[in-house]
């Protein structure tokens, strides 16, 4: 059975920093694309950052480049999400998606809440 644990969450003042993790089991971790996906109150849930499995690029929202870093450790099955520079517009629930392009599977995570106000 597959499962992403997302953690790291919280409240943090604009301008502070959070590191989320994800922690992925069941599945052959190197060779998914794993990505992280925010849903704001009120809006559509939108890609914030994503790495294929063999890239050496990562894609990034425009809302989020410059302060946003995702990164992938294959030996431990986790990614993260370094987020610096939060302002109070980066407040949502932040998911990890995993997604192999040729079996078509496609996980999510449950989420976890990111605050960012003072």
């Known amino acids: 059975q597959v499962q992403l644990v997302e953690s790291g969450g919280g409240l943090v003042q604009p301008g502070g920093s959070l590191r989320l993790s994800c922690a992925a089991s069941?599945?052959?971790?190197?060779?998914?694309?794993m990505s992280w996906y925010r849903q704001a109150p009120g809006k559509e849930r939108e890609l914030v950052a994503k790495?294929?499995?063999?890239?050496?690029?990562?894609y990034y929202a425009d809302s989020v480049k410059g302060r946003f870093s995702l990164s992938r450790d294959n030996a431990k099955n986790t990614i993260y999400l370094q987020m610096n520079s939060l302002k109070p517009e980066d407040t949502a629930v932040y998911y990890c998606?995993?997604?192999?392009?040729?079996?078509?599977?496609?996980?999510w995570g449950k989420g976890t809440l990111v605050t960012v106000s003072s």
């Open positions: 069941g599945l052959t971790f190197s060779t998914y694309a």
């Open positions: 998606n995993a997604a192999h392009s040729t079996y078509g599977t496609d996980y």
């Open positions: 790495k294929r499995s063999v890239a050496v690029s990562t």
